[in-house]
């Protein structure tokens, strides 16, 4: 018997998501070391300080379950964003947030909107409940186009909306003025999933206060996760801010424990651990100038990036006499660089870099520089 086949149809369908190769599966695959991994956007720095003595101290109390309605981080989290517990919902890591809001209000039949090139998760959780995806054209230099996108939101009838700001895997940034004029046109029974993951690494100029827009907005879902700015990507812990009666919902399907001591405690000091903040954000831009200025001097396209990554366009097959993006990405796996290609984001000519140490980006572009002589 298939026992595949006990499962619903648009299970069955689904593509699981593919995350960037590990450092230790290249080492076995090639017997090569000093591999610098630049796939997955991740911290360079690791985690904070203050997050590592806090892990430590848990620690010693790992034999008990963890504190189910996580007191101590929402209490630092009511306290950082001036609002009640209960529109607070923890999550083992911000994509269980995103499967959480898909869970707690999609059916079959459901329809959500995001774009094209946006997060791969928001169509694999819509999938996953039996919704239709409806991908809209980022018809505005790779990135959202608020406009199309509430157009079908009204005639499609949509139960739900994902917005990414900024844009994963392309790096591209709305404004708060965009953001508030599809706030405010969108149907209000539409639920508008706000992904905030690389919100951090926006400089000050750019900032806005989303979190203060639940009050006019009792559609929205802010989520943010500890993965990015505050290294703590291997604990796996994130929050969604929502009004009372959004946030009763996603709490009704997320599991018990869902976030455990460790992830707790480490977020609750990452979050004091200002300092660490601005120290990642001042070597993301530094290594963000230092790969583009690269990029440049190789004679590559990228895309303007806001988050702690950028995607460079490799000439595609036709224009390169058959060495493309995919090509370059086993190159450079070979010379110990592990990139991401973004083929299935509908990018088959770019790869995603995520920002490191100055000696990680000077190995990634001297190892690109390398690659492309050879396929020149």
């Known amino acids: 018997m298939n026992y595949s086949e006990l499962a619903p149809p648009y299970i069955r369908a689904i593509a699981p998501y593919q995350p960037g190769k590990p450092i230790a599966e290249l080492e076995r695959e090639l017997g090569i070391s000093g591999i610098v991994k630049l796939a ?18 848990a620690m010693s109390d790992i034999a008990r379950y963890p504190d189910g309605s996580g007191f101590d981080l929402k209490t630092a989290l009511s306290e950082r964003y001036q609002i009640e517990f209960a529109c607070i919902v923890l999550g083992n890591g911000s994509n269980d947030l995103l499967e959480l ?32 995806g409806i991908s809209v054209p980022a018809t505005k230099g790779f990135g959202h186009d608020l406009s199309a996108m509430l157009q079908a939101a ?23 003025v965009e953001l508030l004029d599809f706030l405010r046109a969108v149907p209000p029974q539409v639920l508008v999933v706000l992904d905030e993951a690389y919100n951090e690494y926006l400089p000050q100029n750019l900032r806005y206060d989303s979190v203060s827009w639940l009050r006019e907005f009792p559609n929205l879902i802010i989520s943010r996760t500890f993965s990015k700015a505050y290294g703590l990507a291997g604990l796996r812990v994130g929050y969604a801010l929502a009004g009372e009666l959004v946030a009763d919902m996603l709490n009704r399907v997320r599991q018990p424990f869902n976030v455990n001591s460790v992830a707790q405690a480490a977020a609750v000091a990452a979050l004091q651990d200002e300092d660490f903040v601005r120290q990642t954000c ?7 100038n230092q790969i583009t200025q690269g990029l440049k001097r190789l004679g590559l396209e990228f895309i303007p990036s806001y988050g702690n990554f950028v995607c460079c366009r490799i000439a595609n097959p036709a224009e390169s006499g058959g060495k493309g993006a995919g090509q370059m990405y086993r190159r450079l796996l070979e010379l110990g660089v592990i990139v991401r290609p973004i083929a299935n984001y509908g ?14 980006n000077e190995k990634f572009l001297s190892a690109l520089a390398q690659a492309l002589g050879e396929a020149a």
Do not use: C, W
């Open 40 to 57: 997955s956007n991740e911290n360079p720095l690791g985690a904070s300080p203050l997050a590592m003595a806090a892990m430590h101290a």
């Open 101 to 132: 809001a898909a869970r707690a209000f999609l059916a079959p039949g459901d329809k959500v909107v995001y774009a094209d090139h946006a997060f791969a998760v928001y169509a694999l959780a819509t999938q996953a409940a039996g919704a239709t």
């Open 154 to 176: 009204v005639q499609h009838k949509v139960k739900m909306v994902f917005i990414a700001n900024p844009n994963n895997p392309t790096g591209t940034f709305l404004g708060a």
């Open 282 to 288: 001042e070597l993301n831009q530094a290594g963000m």
């Open 347 to 360: 990018m088959p000519d770019y790869l995603r870099v995520s920002i490191g140490l100055e000696s990680e």
